[in-house]
């Protein structure tokens, strides 16, 4: 009920602010419905009775992504067109990106880090990825959407072959991967690149993404029949 609420009034915010049309608002309160009906499933299934404090963090970021999934939806603009809500799309993905790192100095410094909060975590970043790219393939082109679609298809790709679902150990490199996805998009969306650089960046940035997902694959399926060597340790919230 608090994404829903939060997520229309950031959109009415956004319409009195920018103008959103319907597709946007439909878009928008779809990310808010999946949004909340997502977390009320994860909170179930790791029996939490309340979110802690980096988790509040996280939720903010959710209520955030709704509102970008509205911003990329507006047929009014996208990356490389104006006007539209390009500059707002910007200012919100900024923020989402830097509260990321703020989430995981908060759960360090309370000692609340969670296989919960590291999973809300995760999934919020990807849904971020995923708008983000969709907005930018406006201008682009659809191949953009692949950095997007990548963490979607590998679960896919989870359900056909489970070994794909285990666990790993945490690679710092995977955050440093995740990290450069969103803020390329970020600057490609802001329209400051010429069109060459801005294509290089984002090919960069999917080859780098391949890259760490082929050797997640890798590792996993090498583990796929037997025992990982060291127990992975718990997931862990924290950005250095």
Do not use: N
């Amino acid at each position: 009920m608090v994404v829903l609420t939060a997520g229309a009034l950031l959109l009415a915010g956004l319409d009195a602010t920018t103008g959103l049309d319907v597709r946007a608002w439909v878009v928008g309160l779809a990310s808010a419905v999946a949004t909340a009906a997502a977390l009320g499933r994860g909170v179930a299934r790791h029996r939490r009775r309340q979110l802690g404090p980096a988790d509040r963090v996280t939720l903010v970021r959710a209520v955030l992504a709704c509102g970008l999934a509205g911003l990329a939806a507006d047929s009014t603009g996208g990356a490389g067109h104006a006007p539209g809500p390009g500059a707002a799309l910007v200012v919100l993905a900024s923020v989402a990106l830097s509260l990321d790192w703020v989430d995981g100095q908060v759960a360090r410094r309370t000692g609340t880090a969670s296989g919960f909060g590291a999973a809300f975590d995760m999934e919020v970043d990807a849904f971020v990825v995923l708008v983000l790219s969709a907005y930018v393939a406006r201008a682009a082109g659809p191949w953009v959407l692949a950095i997007g679609a990548a963490r979607y298809l590998l679960l896919v790709a989870g359900r056909l072959q489970p070994w794909l679902r285990a666990p790993m150990p945490p690679r710092y490199w995977a955050k440093v991967v995740a990290a450069t996805q969103g803020v390329v998009l970020v600057v490609v969306a802001a329209d400051v690149l010429p069109p060459g650089a801005a294509t290089a960046a984002l090919l960069v940035a999917l080859t780098v993404l391949a890259c760490s997902f082929g050797h997640q694959a890798w590792w996993l399926w090498r583990h796929r029949a037997g025992v990982v060597p060291a127990p992975a340790p718990a997931p862990s919230r924290v950005r250095t």
